[in-house]
Each structure stands twice: as C-alpha cells, then as structure tokens.
C-alpha cells in the first residue's frame, strides 16, 4: 500500500464527508492505493456515524473510535499502530489541511529519501493571538531539540516513512514534538514543505491558550527524558551527592570549630548557629535527590499503561 492517511478528530461532523471526498479525490488522480484512518477521538456529536457511512461507501475508510476524549497523541498513537502504508500521512479534520499536498510529501519521502516532512503553514489565516505564541513557540523549540530547520513544529500535515511512525512513542501531549522524537529514535533526515493553510470553514477550533503554557512544559519534558530518561541517577544523583558533601565538609568544619572552642574552655551548645540546621538540612535533601535518582533508574520508561486507551469500535482494522 503506498500511503495511509491518520486524521484524528474531535466533534468535526461537518467537514468529514468533504475532506473524504476531497482525498479520494486526489488519491485517484494519482493512482496511489490508499488507506484513510479516521481517528474519533470521543466525538460527542455524529462523527463516527458519518465515519461509518463513508466506510460502507469507501472500503479504503477505516475508523477507530475512544469511548471518550484522550487528546491527538492517543489518536495518532493507535492510528499509527494501524497504519499499513509505506508513507504515513497525517493531518487534521478541520479542512484547513489541503489534501492536494499529499503528492509532494509523497515524493519527498518516496524519491528524496527524508524520514519525515514537517507541513510550514507560511501564511496563516489565525488571529495575532494565536500566530505571535507560535512563533515563540518554534523558535524555542527548534533552539532545545537542535531541529533547526521546521518552522512549524506542530503542523498537522506531516509525511513520515512507515519505520518512522512504528518507532516513536506519541504520549499524553509530545504529538507537537514528533519531529524530535523521530530525531531521538535516530531518523534524522528531516525535511519541511510550505503548505497551504485554509481558513476553518466548519466549527471551531477545539484547542485554548493553555496549550502553549503546556507545550512549553511538554519540550522541558522531552528534553530531560532524552537526555537522562535513560539515567536519571546522571542527574539526580549528582546533585544529591554535590548537596550532601558540601553540607557535610561544613557540618565537619563546624565540628571541628567545636571541638577547638571546647579545648580552649569556650562552652555553648551546638547547633547556636542557624547555619547547623541549613546544613543539616541541605544534606537530607541531598540524600533524597540521590535517593530519588536510584529510584528514577530502576523504574524508568516501565509502565505498561503508558498507551493503553479503551476504544470502543474499530472499522476494517485487525486488533
């Protein structure tokens, strides 16, 4: 099969018998054997009755449907685990995606050799409030995970070569930072297309401001685990052991200051000083950062419900 398309999709009824109609479209044109995955991400609305009838029409229509809302990396997560396609296409089911793209990416992946091409929505039709966090948010990210060359980390419309997208790990929000996680599971060749953006012409749109307070907190995060996710004792426990030993070396001067007083006949308690209990303090919390780096090394990267989501009905995929 040469492509499979993921769409993932929450409450967007309205588009999807146009953005069907508008991939077959375009698949036909150009001869491609397809499939299209509709990912129902816990749509109150009639989505996956729509999902459902373009099937018994389209035999090249898959569905998987949540019995509630996980968020797009869940959705992309089993879409990817279905895909079957030699190139992975994704891209979102509000129609401001031009599935008249998808042939370009195609030939990039296929004919140019990247393992992934990240969609650069160069002209886009959001509000200031919308298009000014962005653009700090991409600097920022191209600046930590060293992917110097996308300007729209979370672009929807993406190509990947199959290998790619079965051997990344998309979980609780990273679905902005796929391009990173390709890089860190050593598919660096990564390209980027200026795209087409649309303007929405159904609904709106299902993400608020915090996204970027989150996206921010997702990038520190995937920069830590690629860094120490393997060996967070690196990281832990070095700073446990710095805190401990320098509160201990003045835990020792003080004593030793102690014990000269007391020869010379000068008496007084102990701890008369605060910095005693600062000390006392800075090597009990030296010793749980260790503690917690040994911790962090035997249970890293282990739970086994990382990607466990409950869906509900699937549509012409194999468990």
Known sequence: MDISVV?????????????????QRVMTEHNFTYEIIFVNDGSTDGSWNVIEELSKKNPCVKGIKFRRNYGKSPA????????????????DADLQDSPD?????????????????SGWKKKRYDPLSKTI????????????????????????????RREVVKNIEVYGEMHRYIPYLAKNAGFDKIGEKVVHHQARKYGHSKF????????????????FLSHYGKKPMHVFGF?????????????LIMGIEKVVDLSNGVY??????AWFFIFL??????????LAGFLGDLISRTSPQRNDYQIEKLLRIEK
């Open 268 to 273: 007084g308690p102990l701890a008369d000083s």
């Open 7 to 23: 769409i993932p999709l929450y409450n967007e009824e309205e588009s999807l018998r146009e953005l069907h109609d508008w991939i």
């Open 239 to 251: 700073l446990g052991s710095i805190m401990f030993f320098i509160s201990f070396l003045a835990l």
């Open 208 to 223: 608020g401001i915090n996204r970027f307070f989150n996206g921010y907190l997702d990038l520190l995060t995937l920069w």
């Open 101 to 117: 793209e998808i042939p370009e990416l195609y030939r990039m992946i296929t004919e140019e050799g990247y393992d992934l091409v």
């Open 76 to 91: 992309l997560y089993c879409g990817f685990k279905a895909a079957q396609g030699n190139v992975v296409i994704t891209m």
């Open 281 to 290: 303090t800075g090597m009990l919390m030296g010793l749980q950062l260790f």
């Open 133 to 160: 966090p962005t653009k700090l948010f991409n600097a920022t990210a191209r600046k930590i995970s060293g992917v110097h060359n996308l300007h729209d980390f979370n672009c929807g419309l993406k190509a990947y």
